[in-house]
Nanobody
Framework: QVQLVESGGGLVQAGGSLRLSCAAS????????MGWFRQAPGKERDIVAA????????YYADSVKGRFTISRDNAKNTVYLQMNNLKPEDTAIYYC????????????????WGKGTLVTVSS
């Protein structure tokens, strides 16, 4: 079973940047497509970005295109989310999960979640 640990969140002013990390355990990490999701208070958890196993193919939600960049280091079993030009509406708990595909609307493929990491963007 793959374990997921998210980190890197914090409080930042609008226009600032943060880099999130998702450390995954398990030897099969490099075979999974991975995604970042977020859940704002009172809202559903939505996909933010996804990346295929090799890092060649990516997906971004329209709301973050041009501001966020997803990447991965399979040697370190880690997926990253570089977030630039942050906006107050980016405030949420951010989670990572495996996804079935980066095509279409990526959906989580694991039926469990890590604790997530809180990102708060002040105006």
């Amino acid at each position: 079973q793959v374990q997921l640990v998210e980190s890197g969140g914090g409080l930042v002013q609008a226009g600032g940047s943060l880099r999130l990390s998702c450390a995954a355990s398990g030897r099969t990490f490099s075979s999974y497509a991975m995604g970042w999701f977020r859940q704002a208070p009172g809202k559903e958890r939505d996909i933010v970005a996804a990346i295929n196993w090799s890092g060649v193919s990516t997906y971004y939600a329209d709301s973050v295109k041009g501001r966020f960049t997803i990447s991965r280091d399979n040697a370190k079993n880690t997926v990253y989310l570089q977030m630039n030009n942050l906006k107050p509406e980016d405030t949420a708990i951010y989670y990572c999960n495996a996804v079935m595909s980066v095509a279409g609307m990526p959906r989580p493929s694991l039926d469990y979640w890590g604790k997530g990491t809180l990102v708060t963007v002040s105006s």
